[in-house]
């Protein structure tokens, strides 16, 4: 195993712009430097304007709250493919390990990405996944109540309306009935009136009724000895 390990790193080697342990050796102090520029807070003073060191660097200090404090590193492994470079930083964490990948053209020139992904347990992923799927349905629910209370405002504020106005007083048509009662009395007692008319008329000893205007005949609820 240990000649077919060596005989891949030689065509490995032989395949790309520089050796394996060039490439182990380069990966493994970019991960020291981006620590150190991180830990110093200089993100935007070491990363020049380039967005993928400072993606890069940002990556690191949000990975750094899981792998706690870094240790060091343990090994490397390295790819080369159609104009790149490939390094996998095996990275020791007093907390979590994790792996930084750090792709080069074959020049060695530019960064392509620089990628760190922390290496959780499948308690620690099961753990995670479980509370996503929790708060996920937890905030459809929430908002699926808020929804039915507000539903139910609207109708309590229908019912309210409806009984304001069921509470609301009527207005007063008693004027009015009396008017057309009055008038309906009059007309259905023409002979009276003139009678009545004709009476007061002679009692003031006036010569005709032009002065007198009966308006309403009402019946009195007095008895005779009482008018008397």
């Not at 309210?160 to 009055?182: H, L, M, N």
């Not at 007309?187 to 009692?203: C, G, K, R």
Request: glycine residues 8%; proline residues 2%; negative net charge.
């Amino acid at each position: 195993m240990a000649c077919l390990a060596a005989c891949g790193q030689e065509e490995t080697a032989a395949s790309g712009p520089i050796s394996t342990e060039q490439a182990v050796q380069i990966g493994t102090t970019i991960v020291d430097q981006m620590n150190m520029i991180v830990s110093q807070g200089a993100i935007e003073q070491y990363g020049g304007g380039d967005p993928v060191l400072v993606n890069g660097f940002q990556g690191w200090e949000s990975a750094l709250k899981d792998i706690g404090t870094y240790e060091g590193v343990d090994g490397a492994s390295v790819a080369f493919d159609e104009g790149e470079v490939i390094i996998t930083v095996n990275v020791l964490g007093s907390s979590h390990n994790a792996e930084v990948e750090i792709i080069l053209d074959d020049a060695l020139s530019t960064y392509i990405g620089i990628t760190t992904n922390v290496e959780y347990s499948l308690g620690e992923i099961m753990f995670k996944a479980l509370m996503n799927t929790v708060i996920g349905m937890g905030t459809v629910f929430a908002v699926l109540i808020l929804i039915s209370l507000i539903i139910s405002c609207f109708t309590l504020i229908s019912k309210f309306e409806s009984k304001q106005k069921k509470e609301e007083p009527a207005p007063a048509a008693a004027p009015v009935v009396e008017q057309i009662a009055a008038k309906e009395e009059l007309s259905d007692d023409t002979e009276l009136v003139a009678v009545i008319a004709a009476a007061v008329a002679a009692y003031e000893g006036a010569a005709s009724t032009d002065g007198f205007v009966v308006r309403s005949i009402r019946k009195s609820n007095k008895s005779k000895w009482q008018n008397a």
